[in-house]
């Protein structure tokens, strides 16, 4: 089977159902509509069913894992449903069903095993780097299937890139020794490099088969961003959303329809 990643723009639409991101006086019915129509855009274009999608809550914060089997997709046919972990795993026995995080600055990890045909998700704010989520992603493999680091390969998702800026040292970092080389101060203002935290976790769980989308959703017109839009960022209206990042493993009858 193919692994599949999908990274949508803002011409698929918000990827959420969230009523700050949507007109003044919408019901939660509207938006819920809307959100849908958004993922069949999606799904339109890169070849799933916009129910067979899910996501993780990130509840516990502690690299708990959910395997999504078919028996799970088969209780819930509209997907989207409430998985309180903090990493999603599907193998390719459960093909068209995409797990992944709607985001705005924020990586998302994806990692697979090509031997054991397994791909882990999670969603890896700055809070979620500070706890290691990105080092737990390939501990969930390893307990899951066996996994070997030569066997990893990891894609990190489109996200904020160096310019990203506090004006105080974010109280997220409480691990000073991931981001010791990762936030600097510069004449008041603490800059963030979420992309090089990536790099030095990667490097400490050994993994070496690493591809970054090197695009900035801070400066990308295609992409939306919480510190663009933020009025204490660069008060643009027209970035406030969320863009999803995530993956699924093709069908043969998918590869074939292509």
């Not at 599949?4 to 019901?27: D, L, Q, W």
């Not at 974010?170 to 490099?193: C, H, M, Q, Y």
Request: aromatic letters at 12%; a negative charge; hydrophobic letters at 35%.
């Amino acid at each position: 089977m193919s692994l599949r990643i999908v990274e949508s723009t803002t011409k698929h639409g918000n990827m959420n159902a969230n009523k700050k991101f949507y007109p003044e006086g919408m019901t939660q019915e509207e938006r819920d509509k809307a959100f849908f129509e958004h993922r069949m855009k999606l799904g339109s274009d890169f070849g799933f069913d916009p129910n067979r999608f899910f996501m993780a809550d990130q509840l516990d914060k502690r690299g708990t894992y959910f395997n999504i089997t078919e028996e799970y997709v088969r209780d819930n046919p509209k997907g989207w449903s409430d998985i309180r972990e903090d990493i999603l795993i599907v193998n390719d026995k459960v093909p068209g069903v995409v797990i992944g995080h709607p985001v705005a600055d924020c990586p998302v990890v994806i990692m697979t095993d090509a031997r054991n045909g397994f791909c882990a998700i999670g969603h890896c704010g700055a809070e979620m780097i500070d706890r290691k989520l990105p080092i737990m992603i390939a501990d969930a493999l390893v307990d899951a299937c066996g996994s070997k680091d030569e066997d990893l390969f990891v894609y990190v998702s489109a996200c904020a890139g160096p310019n990203w800026t506090y004006n105080n040292f974010p109280r997220w970092a409480t691990d000073l020794d991931v981001w010791k080389n990762s936030i600097f101060e510069d004449n008041g203002v603490f800059r963030i490099n979420l992309r090089k935290a990536l790099v030095e976790q990667f490097g400490e769980r050994n993994l070496r088969n690493v591809i970054f989308n090197k695009r900035d959703t801070i400066t990308d017109d295609r992409y939306y961003s919480n510190f663009a839009s933020s009025p204490n960022g660069l008060n643009d209206a027209s970035k406030a959303g969320r863009h999803f990042a995530g993956a699924f493993y093709e069908s043969p009858l998918q590869l074939v329809k292509k």
